[in-house]
C-alpha cells in the first residue's frame, strides 16, 4: 500500500528495532520495557556544557560592579557622583567625585550639567507617565482578558471548522487566497498604466518590476495549486485526523503551554544574567593617566557561552514538547481501541524523561552548532554577494535540519532508537513519500500560514475594538497582537506536530500492514482516501 510499502520490507523494522521476532508480533509504539536509555553521550555532554557554565557564571556575576550600571566614570576610572577608593598602581585614583555626578565632553567629572538636569525632569515625566500607564492597565485589565479568550475562543473554532468541514474550510481558504493574489497582481497593473496625475500612489513608486514581480509570484502559485491539487485531499484528511487527535487528547494542547513557560524562564534568565555580565568589566590602562573599564576574557567567553548553552537550553526543552507529543499520537494512532489509552500524554513523557533525553541533547546540540557556525560565517563574509549566497544557503539547511530532526523525534518516540538511526529511517520514510511529503509541506504550510495570519488579524481587530475608547488603543492592541502570535503559535504549532506525526505513523503503519491478515491501524476515511487515490477516483474526505 502506498508508494513506500513497495520498497520498503516490514521485515525492516525488525532489524531496525534488533528484534528476534515476527513482523505480526511487533508492538508500536514500543512499550516502555522494551526500551534502552538513547544517546548517552549526547546527555553526558550537555550536563557537562551546564556544569562548564556555573562556576563560569558565578564567577563572572561575582565581578560585576553595579556602579557602572547608574554612574559615568572620568579618563581614571573615577566614578562621577561618588567618593572614590585609591586603586593601587592608579595614581590618579581616589577622588571624591560627590558634588560632580556629570562627566564632560573631556571625560572629566563635572557638577551637573544642563542635560542633566533635563535627564532629571525627563526621569520626573517618564515616572509619570509611567504611573498613568500602570493606572489604565489596572482599570482595563478586563479588556485583555477579555482579547486572550476571544483569541482562543478563535483558535477552537477553527479547530472545529478543521474537525467538521475540513474541505469546504481548507478550499476556502486557498480560494480567498489566490483572490487575494490575483486582486493585488490586478492592482499593480491598473496602477502602472494609470495616468501619473490622477495614480496614488504614482506611477514611479509602482515600477514595472514589482508588477513583472507579482505577476509571476502570482503564476507560480496558481502552477503550484494546479499541480498540487489533487493531493490536496491528503492535507484535508491529515487536518481531520488532526482534529481527532485534539478531541481524544484534550491534555495535549496544554502541554506546550507549560513548556513555553519554563522557556519564557530560561530566557528571562540568559536575558538577565547576560545584561549584568556586561558590566563585569576591569579597570585597564590605556596610556598615561588615562584608564577605562573593559570586560575580561573570562567575562566575554562566560557571555558567549552563556549565550550559546541558554539557546541549546531552549532547544532542549522544545525536543521534550516536539517528542512528547509525538509519543502520545503514536500512542493513539497504533491502537485498536482509541477510546480506552491511559494518560498517554504523561506516559509520553515519562518515557521521554527516562530514555531519550540524550536523543534530544544531541539534536538541539546540531541544531544550536549549526546557528553558532550560521552567525561565524555571517562575521567572516563581508562582501554582500558572497553574504546572500551564503544566507541562502544556510536558511534552507537548517530548515532541512529542522525538518530531519523533528522526524527524528518522531521515529525515536515511536521505536526509542537513537538519533541517527531515527533519522535514517525517516528519511527513508521520506523519501519513498516525497511526492506526498512535498504536498504537506509546501500546500500544508502554505494552508496552515493562511489559516494562522487570518486567526491574528481577526484577533487583533477584535483588541483594537476592545481598547478604542482607551487612551493608546495602538500601544495596547500591539501588545495583544504580541500575546495573540505566541496564543496562536502555541495551539498551532501543537497542530503542525501531530500532522508531522501522523504522517510519520501512515508510513510506517502502511510498511507494517497489507489491511487483510494485518489490518491497518489508520482510520476508515483515511483508507478510503488511500484507496481512491491508487485508483485514480476522486477523493472525498470521511469519517
Given at each position: 500500500?502506498g ?26 509504539p ?5 526500551r534502552?536509555?538513547?544517546d ?26 553595579t ?19 585609591r ?5 590618579c ?76 474550510f481548507?478550499w ?13 497582481t ?12 490622477i ?34 485531499g ?5 487536518y ?12 495535549i ?5 507549560f ?5 519564557i ?8 544574567t547576560?545584561?549584568w555580565?556586561l ?26 557561552f552563556?549565550?550559546?548553552v ?22 493513539w494512532y ?23 533525553l540524550?536523543?534530544?541533547?544531541f539534536g ?55 538519533f ?44 483594537f475594538?476592545?481598547?478604542k ?15 495573540n ?6 495551539i ?5 506536530t501531530i500532522?508531522?506525526t ?11 500492514n ?30
Amino acid at each position: 500500500m502506498g508508494s513506500s510499502s513497495s520498497i520498503m520490507r516490514p521485515e525492516e523494522l525488525i532489524e531496525f528495532r534488533k528484534l528476534n521476532t515476527t513482523i505480526e508480533n511487533v508492538e508500536v509504539p514500543a512499550r516502555a520495557e522494551n526500551r534502552v536509555v538513547t544517546d548517552k553521550k549526547g546527555f553526558v555532554f550537555f550536563g557537562i556544557a551546564i556544569l562548564l557554565l556555573i562556576p563560569c557564571l558565578v564567577y563572572t556575576l561575582m565581578t560585576v560592579d553595579t556602579r557602572l550600571m547608574t554612574h559615568d566614570t572620568d579618563n581614571c576610572g573615577n566614578f562621577c557622583g561618588l567618593n572614590n577608593s585609591r586603586r593601587p598602581r592608579v595614581p590618579c585614583s581616589g577622588k571624591d567625585f560627590r558634588s560632580k555626578p556629570d562627566v564632560d565632553g573631556n571625560g572629566e567629572c563635572t557638577k551637573l550639567l544642563f542635560r542633566n538636569e533635563f535627564r532629571s525632569l525627563g526621569g520626573r515625566s517618564y515616572t509619570l507617565d509611567f504611573k498613568e500607564l500602570m493606572g489604565e492597565s489596572e482599570s482595563v485589565w478586563w479588556r485583555y482578558v477579555l482579547a486572550i479568550f476571544f483569541t482562543i475562543v478563535l483558535g477552537v473554532l477553527t479547530l472545529v471548522l478543521l474537525r467538521f468541514a475540513p474541505a469546504p474550510f481548507v478550499w476556502g481558504i486557498l480560494t480567498i487566497s489566490m483572490l487575494g493574489l490575483l486582486a493585488i497582481t490586478g492592482y499593480h497593473w491598473v496602477l502602472y498604466f494609470q495616468n501619473d496625475e490622477i495614480s496614488w500612489p504614482p506611477r514611479e513608486q509602482v515600477p514595472l518590476a514589482s508588477v513583472i514581480f507579482w505577476t509571476i509570484f502570482c503564476f507560480i502559485m496558481m502552477v503550484i495549486l494546479l499541480v498540487v491539487s489533487k493531493r490536496i485531499g491528503l492535507v484535508i484528511q491529515l487536518y481531520k485526523e488532526t482534529t481527532k487527535v485534539l478531541a481524544a487528547m484534550p491534555s495535549i494542547v496544554f502541554f506546550p503551554i507549560f513548556i513555553a513557560f519554563i522557556q519564557i524562564i530560561v530566557f528571562i534568565a540568559a536575558i538577565v544574567t547576560t545584561f549584568w555580565m556586561l558590566f563585569a568589566q576591569k579597570l585597564t590602562k590605556e596610556g598615561p593617566n588615562l584608564y577605562t573599564y573593559q570586560l575580561s576574557g573570562i567575562a566575554i567567553f562566560t557571555i558567549v557561552f552563556n549565550v550559546i548553552v541558554a539557546s541549546w537550553v531552549m532547544r532542549f526543552i522544545a525536543g521534550i514538547q516536539y517528542m512528547t507529543i509525538a509519543g502520545s499520537v503514536a500512542q493513539w494512532y497504533f491502537s485498536r481501541n482509541k477510546d480506552q489509552l491511559n494518560s498517554p500524554v504523561w506516559t509520553s513523557f515519562k518515557i521521554t524523561l527516562k530514555y531519550h533525553l540524550g536523543t534530544i541533547a544531541f539534536g538541539s546540540f546540531l541544531m544550536t552548532l549549526f546557528a553558532v557556525v550560521k552567525i561565524l560565517l555571517k562575521i567572516i563574509f563581508r562582501n554582500a554577494c558572497c553574504k546572500c549566497f551564503m544566507k541562502l544557503c544556510c536558511n534552507n539547511a537548517e530548515m532541512l535540519l529542522k525538518f530531519l530532526s523533528g522526524n527524528s523525534y518522531i521515529q525515536t518516540a515511536i521505536h526509542g532508537q537513537s538519533f541517527l538511526r531515527s533519522a535514517k529511517r525517516a528519511t527513508k520514510l521520506l523519501l519513498k513519500n516525497l511526492a506526498n511529503i512535498v504536498v504537506i509541506s509546501c500546500a500544508g504550510d502554505f494552508i496552515l500560514g493562511v489559516i494562522i495570519a487570518l486567526v491574528a488579524v481577526l484577533a487583533s481587530a477584535i483588541s483594537f475594538a476592545l481598547f478604542k475608547d482607551t487612551h493608546d488603543p495602538k500601544e495596547a492592541t500591539s501588545i495583544c497582537f504580541v500575546i495573540n502570535i505566541v496564543i496562536i503559535c502555541v495551539i498551532f504549532g501543537t497542530f503542525q506536530t501531530i500532522i508531522d506525526t501522523l504522517f510519520i505513523c501512515f508510513c510506517e503503519d502502511s510498511i507494517m500492514n497489507d489491511g487483510i491478515s494485518r489490518p491497518y491501524y489508520m482510520s476508515r476515511g483515511l483508507m478510503e482516501f488511500i484507496e481512491n487515490s491508487k485508483k485514480g477516483q476522486p477523493q472525498p474526505v470521511t469519517e
